[in-house]
């Protein structure tokens, strides 16, 4: 357990990027009791909003929206997950992530939350299949010094970064025992993306996404560890079709519940 927690933390000091969507899940379709909970630590690589859009130049730019880079990319972000029973087969699940890098020459950090509630429909002996429906909001800036002007300074180049965006998941789980599960999901993303370079807001742009995981949950009563990997789909904006390979790990402590 050490050392995952020291791998965990190791990932969070080499973060980078400006403006990341967590588009990791970590959700299974077991259903959690009625006033029990599970909170986790969680690192990931999410997907870099600046990334899946591709604006007109703007000269002396180096700030990865405003380049020829017509690929989405990806950084890491770790955060903090939260579900709560909330009555028969229905969850509150919330989360927050971040993302802070530093330079010589450059200076980034996003944050984000997503908030929803996951449901699950239906059940037969030890297969689970629910749907979590959730929003998110990101906010990010990044300043580059790029060059130098007459007296000797550093010219910045400031970015900011903001994106309300709406996601669909579909899951389904087996759980053998109450000590693993095994899960396949399907997601969808759409988000209304904003960015404003040196005082130039651009307009509004849509960013579509999909996604497909599979995670295994692993645990002893109270402690648990779950491990994902998957796909992620990403139509840039004027750019072509990328697909990134998504991973996430996270530690977490729950009330115990013997369905679990």
Request: hydrophobic fraction near 35%; include cysteine.
């Amino acid at each position: 357990m050490r050392i995952v927690m020291c791998l965990v933390l190791l990932a969070v000091l080499y973060l980078s990027g400006c403006a990341v969507l967590d588009v990791s899940s970590m959700e299974t379709a077991v259903p959690l009791s009625p006033g029990k909970f599970e909170v986790s630590n969680y690192v990931t690589n999410g997907l870099e909003l600046p990334s899946a859009v591709v604006f007109d130049n703007i000269d002396g730019s180096e700030s990865p929206s405003h380049d020829t880079v017509i690929i989405a990319t990806t950084s890491t972000v770790g955060g903090y997950k939260l579900n709560v029973g909330i009555k028969k087969n229905l969850e509150l699940c919330a989360r927050y992530y971040a993302n802070n890098s530093k330079g010589d020459d450059y200076h980034a950090e996003t944050s984000g939350f997503r908030v929803g509630g996951k449901a699950t429909l239906w059940q037969d002996h030890n297969l689970y299949f629910a749907i979590a429906p959730s929003m998110n909001i990101v906010n990010g800036k990044s300043r580059t010094w790029n060059g130098y002007d007459y007296w000797s300074s550093w010219l910045p180049e400031d970015v900011t970064y903001k994106s309300l965006g709406y996601e669909a998941q579909f899951i389904a789980t087996y759980a053998p025992c109450p000590y693993i599960s095994l899960t396949a999901l399907q997601k969808y993303n759409f988000n209304f993306y904003d960015e404003t370079y040196n005082g130039y807001s651009y307009p509004t742009q849509e960013i579509k996404h999909w996604g497909t995981k599979i995670n295994i949950k692993i645990g002893y009563k109270p402690v648990f560890l779950i491990f994902e990997g998957g796909l992620e789909t990403v139509p840039v904006v004027n750019g072509k079709k990328t697909y990134i390979e998504t991973a996430a790990v996270g530690l977490g402590f729950r009330t115990w519940d013997k369905k679990k």
